[in-house]
T-cell receptor, first 112, second 120 residues
Framework: SQTIHQWPATLVQPVGSPLSLECTVE??????LYWYRQAAGRGLQLLFY??????ISSEVPQNLSASRPQDRQFILSSKKLLLSDSGFYLC???????????FGSGTQLSVL | AQKITQTQPGMFVQEKEAVTLDCTYD???????LFWYKQPSSGEMIFLIY??????QNATEGRYSLNFQKARKSANLVISASQLGDSAMYFC?????????????????FGTGTRLKVLA
């Protein structure tokens, strides 16, 4: 069966520090990968999606970047965090030809 | 422009009653899919139900049903016999695509959610 792992679960970082959130999918190959952000009490905003290794599409201009160095690994990064980067980050995957989107357990990021 | 609209920020329902959560969408695609996800306080996103644009019958999954009205572009979620464990945030979502030249690869757009509270 397929599983998605996302870590860390919580993170507190000072403004201006770097960020690296990692997501890996097991049990499938060539998944479509997604990063979403959920601000407090708000909906999910699509940040990045990837249909293959090194193929990253950005949905909104921002302080964040994404990379996919391996087929089942998706990384969300920032060189210098801003207060506005605080939120709940969710990694998700889907299989080409399958409708459903599967989510990781999320990372609660607080930038202070 | 908002592609998924959930106009109810919060809803209350009495235990064992039915409740309808509203969702309208906007797309020019002929083929699309609509989803509902549940997010309890733990933050995990739980898939509830899916409706394809070409499906003629409304989707049902246990106590969940999706009232799909294509001409009105609405995809309301109906929860029957509400339980205390149904208290959560509910998100409506639509898949858009395909992305690039890869058929079957989509991106998913979410609404702002409805917080449901079931009262004992």
């Amino acid at each position: 069966s397929q599983t998605i792992h996302q870590w860390p679960a919580t993170l507190v970082q000072p403004v201006g520090s770097p960020l690296s959130l990692e997501c890996t999918v097991e049990g499938t190959s060539n998944p479509n990968l997604y990063w979403y952000r959920q601000a407090a009490g708000r909906g999910l905003q699509l940040l990045f999606y990837s249909i293959g290794i090194d193929q990253i599409s950005s949905e909104v201009p921002q302080n964040l970047s994404a990379s996919r160095p391996q087929d089942r690994q998706f990384i969300l990064s920032s060189k210098k965090l801003l207060l506005s980067d605080s939120g709940f980050y969710l990694c998700a995957w889907s299989r080409t030809g399958n409708e459903k989107l599967f989510f990781g357990s999320g990372t609660q990021l607080s930038v202070l | 422009a908002q592609k998924i609209t959930q106009t109810q920020p919060g809803m209350f329902v009495q235990e064992k009653e039915a409740v309808t959560l509203d969702c309208t969408y906007d797309t020019s695609d002929q083929s699309y899919g609509l989803f509902w996800y549940k997010q309890p306080s733990s933050g995990e996103m739980i898939f509830l139900i899916y409706q394809g644009s070409y499906d003629e019958q409304n989707a049902t999954e246990g106590r969940y049903s999706l009232n799909f009205q294509k001409a009105r572009k609405s995809a309301n979620l109906v929860i029957s016999a509400s339980q205390l464990g149904d208290s959560a945030m509910y998100f409506c979502a639509m898949r858009e695509g395909p992305l690039g030249t890869t058929s079957g690869t989509y991106k998913y757009i979410f609404g702002t959610g409805t917080r449901l509270k079931v009262l004992a």
